[in-house]
């Protein structure tokens, strides 16, 4: 049982430039979510999808910022023209539905991204 | 006001004590409850998922609920070294879509 991936693990940019990272789910989940973290504080939600359908993208996430999940599988975050602010760990989690019948989420390794 | 609101800590506790944390929350549509431990420079893992008022204990952890206080708590029994880390209280809404995270307490088990 594969946890959830993320790659890279590891981005340094220059302000300016594009980057992307890649999240992988659990294989039989079939919610996906990006949240961004910052030292100090709490995960802060950034979309989730369910299959390949983007169903929530938080008012807070700049037009820089696009996700997609093109067959239901894996997921892409791209963040364009990166500022320092953009300097945080980003993290991927997955869900299926829980026997309990609710929705657990479990993180991946996540992608720390610096830009200098 | 946050969403989720934790003490900061650092919480510091003897080892085979047992720790408590704390966490209220201000969304009375929670419907789900979670615990994460997040050890530094790592990824949050999930320890603890509460859906009912009550208590749930797996092993060494007892997560209680009380959605009319807008409540919940951990408590970790014989407390660890191994147990220092951040602890992250979330919650989810109807149908559980995103979490809601709080900041998280800081945990110290001495030796």
């Known amino acids: 049982d594969t946890g959830v991936s993320q790659d890279p693990r590891h981005k340094i940019t220059k302000r300016g430039q594009n980057v992307t990272f890649r999240c992988d789910p659990i294989?039989?989940?079939?919610?996906l979510y990006w949240y961004r973290q910052t030292l100090g504080q709490g995960p802060e939600f950034l979309t989730y999808?369910?299959?390949?359908?983007?169903?929530?993208k938080s008012r807070l996430l700049s037009d820089r910022f696009s996700a997609e999940r093109p067959k239901g599988s894996f997921s892409t975050l791209e963040i364009q023209r990166t500022e320092q602010g953009d300097s945080a760990m980003y993290l991927c989690a997955s869900s299926g539905l829980g026997t309990s019948g609710s929705y657990e989420q479990y993180f991946g390794p996540g992608t720390r991204l610096t830009v200098t | 006001q946050k969403e989720v609101e934790q003490n900061s800590g650092p919480l510091s506790v003897p080892e085979g004590a047992i720790a408590s944390l704390n966490c209220t929350y201000s969304d009375r549509g929670s419907q789900s409850f979670f615990w994460y431990r997040q050890y530094s420079g790592k990824s949050p893992e999930l320890i603890m998922f509460i859906y009912s008022n009550g208590d749930k204990e797996d092993g060494r952890f007892t997560a209680q609920l009380n959605k009319a206080s807008q409540y919940v708590s951990l408590l970790i029994r014989d407390s660890q070294p191994s147990d220092s880390a951040t602890y992250l209280c979330a919650y989810g809404g109807t149908n559980a879509g995103k979490s809601t995270f709080g900041d998280g307490t800081t945990l110290t088990v001495k030796p």
């Open positions: 294989s039989e989940h079939n919610r």
């Open positions: 999808f369910q299959n390949e359908a983007q169903l929530e």
